[in-house]
């Protein structure tokens, strides 16, 4: 078991935070708030909380991360709270997060799900890899999203053919995974990936039905993810929240890393957003022009790149 939070913290001033408002006092009394204030301003930190997508991210094209260990192990080393984000199921992503030998949250099915280790936000408790996590849910079931979309393939036709769909043996040929993992990725909680089978005409129609039905359709790698109104960037910052009531002293910079048009809106939230190279050498589009790296490689050896530079400009003065 290790203990969070043990990164060194760099030192900022808010005064902001703690202006006085004019009051008669004696001057030891105004001295004593003054040096109060300073105390606590002195006392805010600035933190790191990195978001990553995994898929085509922290994983390359044969689900390891290898290209990555050196980055993951210095960010253990400081301490610095690696939240993996992705469309991947909750029990895809127990194994990464144990392989990774992490101890921090996990948002799955694109936001649909957090996970959260048990006294996670408690102050001085001991955690690790193994802790349990405990579960929450946000949105319909997946047993009501699998109903709405077989009430619309039913009354229109849509191609669209979903994991529920498929034996294991489908979505491992699908996914280059062994079929054991196959089946994890079936065990959805929140949320259907699936692949398009129509024009593009149609599918517009099919998303227009979806979103009248409460539900989104996002692309994300090589599949369509129906899911709820809900994105990483939605329980990104519900998370980010809990640390910030966790911890008030502390000043958080949020880093998200990712690759495709799931992870827009999470890098649009962020700080400071990384853009992860695709196969192809392109990288995604975003809307902000400021505080966005893009990667010089793909997958995990450009995430790594990216992390490298961004730990050596936080021990810049």
């Known amino acids: 078991m290790s203990r969070r939070f043990r990164v060194p913290f760099i030192a900022t001033w808010s005064w902001h935070k703690y202006c006085v408002s004019p009051v008669k006092a004696h001057a030891g009394a105004a001295e004593t708030q003054l040096m109060g204030i300073a105390r606590r301003a002195v006392a805010m930190r600035t933190q790191l909380l990195i978001f990553t997508d995994l898929d085509g991210t922290l994983l390359d094209e044969r689900y390891s991360f290898d290209a990555a260990q050196d980055a993951l192990a210095e960010i253990r080393a400081r301490g610095i709270p ?23 949250p996990l948002i799955f099915e694109n936001g649909a799900g957090l996970a959260l280790p048990e006294n996670y936000f408690r102050s001085g408790a001991e955690i690790g890899p193994e802790t349990p996590l405990r579960v929450e849910h946000f949105g319909p079931t997946y047993a009501e999203i699998r109903s709405t979309l077989n009430r619309l393939r039913e009354r229109r036709g849509f191609p669209f053919r979903g994991f529920g769909d498929m034996s294991a043996r489908e979505v491992a040929a699908l996914t280059g995974l062994d079929e054991i993992a196959a089946q994890r990725a079936r065990q959805r909680h929140g949320s259907e990936p699936g692949v398009w089978e129509g024009s593009e005409a149609i599918r517009r129609d099919f998303v227009a039905e979806l979103e009248r039905a409460g539900l989104r359709a996002v692309s994300g790698g090589r599949f369509l993810h129906i899911m709820p109104r809900v994105d990483k960037a939605e329980t990104m910052r519900e998370l980010v929240g809990r640390f910030a009531a966790a911890q008030p002293d502390v000043r958080f910079r949020i880093i998200a890393a990712g690759d495709s048009p799931n992870d827009a809106e999470m890098l649009q939230l962020a700080d400071l957003a990384v853009v992860i190279q695709r196969p192809d050498a392109s990288w995604m589009p975003l809307k902000r022009r400021e505080g966005v790296i893009r990667s010089p490689l793909p997958g995990p050896a450009g995430w790594q790149a990216c992390i ?4 050596e400009e936080q021990e810049t003065p």
């Open 82 to 104: 690696l939240i993996l984000t992705s469309s991947k199921t909750l029990a895809e992503m127990r194994l990464l997060r144990r392989a990774m030998n992490l101890e921090h």
């Open 308 to 311: 490298h530079r961004l730990l």
